[in-house]
């Protein structure tokens, strides 16, 4: 069994900070890409940004120059440092993870439950 479980969501101002993490654990043999998408009422699930296993990035032009995506030394944790945060960025944030579970072939994708952002006075 595999689990990417995030934390970390919350209510703040425009213009302010906020950190979200995820973790996968369970029968993990490797972890490839690990990213971070969001989904706002009303629209679909779009990327927000994604980190390589070998630590390349890459992001939506929203959040550029805002968010910053990382990976631990462990490789199983992904955080999303998000700044200057706006009205617009508030949505649910789901963590995904592409592994290969212990004595399986081949890779799958994994989701997290999701955390809500809400950016707003």
């Known amino acids: 069994q595999v689990q990417v479980v995030e934390s970390g969501g919350g209510l703040v101002q425009p213009g302010g900070s906020l950190t979200l993490s995820c973790l996968a654990s369970?029968?993990?043999?490797?972890?490839?890409?690990m990213g971070w998408y969001r989904q706002a009422p009303g629209n679909s699930r779009e990327l927000v940004a994604v980190?390589?296993?070998?630590?390349?990035?890459n992001y939506a032009d929203s959040v550029k120059g805002r968010f910053t995506v990382s990976r631990d030394g462990t490789k199983k944790m992904v955080y999303l440092q998000m700044n200057s945060l706006k009205p617009e960025d508030t949505a649910v944030y789901y963590c995904?993870?592409?592994?290969?579970?212990?004595?399986?072939?081949?890779?799958?994708?994994?989701w997290g439950q999701g955390t809500q952002v809400t950016v707003s006075s």
């Open positions: 980190i390589t296993n070998g630590g390349n990035t």
């Open positions: 369970g029968r993990i043999f490797r972890i490839y890409d």
């Open positions: 995904n993870a592409d592994i290969q579970e212990t004595n399986t072939p081949s890779m799958s994708d994994y």
